[in-house]
């Protein structure tokens, strides 16, 4: 059964516990923000944050995330020492009755987006992709070496146009929402404060070149070879978060982007605990995804969902849909999830901003009203999921007593 959870970022999010419990929210999704990525999450600051979240009538349902530091993903001479410490925190998780961790094993990049608040006709806004400003960023702006040879003619003829009328404040904007309001607050890489964050985005790709897919793929099974035996030891339930969007960006490889992709993960170590956090809007993005059919194909190690939707424009481009449209068929997945008989922690995610969202200091992509908005209406399915499923169970419970009944006599 679907729980229904929150992304909350701890005890300075302006969005408090108990406005939570008021909206029908079940569990919390979190993490602790304040340690150091590759430091060990101790017994106590985990309890800590534990006992305040059950103090407010919730629970701690899912670790997002417990991050992967750069040095395990492009393979540092202090990945076994890294990992070691991410080994004692699944530990000290499982100590503390936390049996879900979600990661991702993106480098440099988390999601990424060119607008984060790109204006619809009924005075809402939401998160926009549009890939000729994300090149022109690249190009021009980041000034990445080829740069150019990672996009289509299309694409680089709207660049070109872009660049004839670009101005210092364009390249600021898109400098803050592709390397600092949308990264800083994920993984603390990248906050703003540096003196020069181009130059230190610079530096942190620098740490892949010359990586390509098959080589993050080795490393991830590296990682996963040595933390799979102590989630099999401990009852954790580790769920890799897809890539946003699902494609190569800015010579970076990716390696969580199709049905191919997730396969050769869970078969890289095959046991339930290493599964997937179905992330059906980072999915949908890509054109290639058919993410019902993903969804069906990988519920049974499906540890975690994010339900969310995104509408592909014809360029490609794509935008943050209603919860109730776009290409993922939220519906459809809820059927899917629910069919599983297991507790699946599920939140929406990149909900419209609304009703004064945007005055309030929210991390990009999470509003309060839009996302309690996005919460009725995913609560409002599930509802209905429930009942054809409740009556679908009546049906077949009345056919057998009648069936029954006929051979008795």
Known sequence: MLEKTWRWFGKKDPITLNMLRQIGVEGVVTALHDVRNGDVWSIEAIQDLKSYIEASGLRWSVVESLPVSESIKYAGSDRDVLIDRYKQSLRNLAACGIDTVCYNFMPVLDWARTDLTHPFPNGTSSLFFDWAEFAYFDIYVLKRKNASDSYRPEVLQRVEEIAETATKELDQKLVENIIIKTQGF???????????????FRDFLALYDGMDKNQLRANLQYFLEAVMPVCAEVGIN????????????LGLPRIVTCAEDIEWI?????????????CAGS?????????PELAATF????????????????NLNFVEASHLAGRANLVELIRIFEAQGRRIPMRVDHAPTMLGDEDKPYNAGYSFYGRMLALGQVDGMMAVVRDEMQQRSSTMTSNFAFSSMNSAV
């Open 238 to 249: 580790m769920c890799i978060h897809p890539d946003d969007p699902p494609y190569p960006i």
């Open 283 to 291: 999915l949908s993005a890509g054109i290639h995804n058919n993410v």
């Open 266 to 278: 869970l078969n890289a170590v095959n046991q339930f605990e290493n599964g997937v956090t179905f």
């Open 186 to 200: 994920v993984n603390g890489a990248i906050t703003g404060k540096e003196a020069d964050p181009l130059q230190t």
């Open 299 to 314: 519920a049974h190690r499906v540890h975690f969902a994010h339900l969310r939707s995104c509408e592909i424009l014809p």
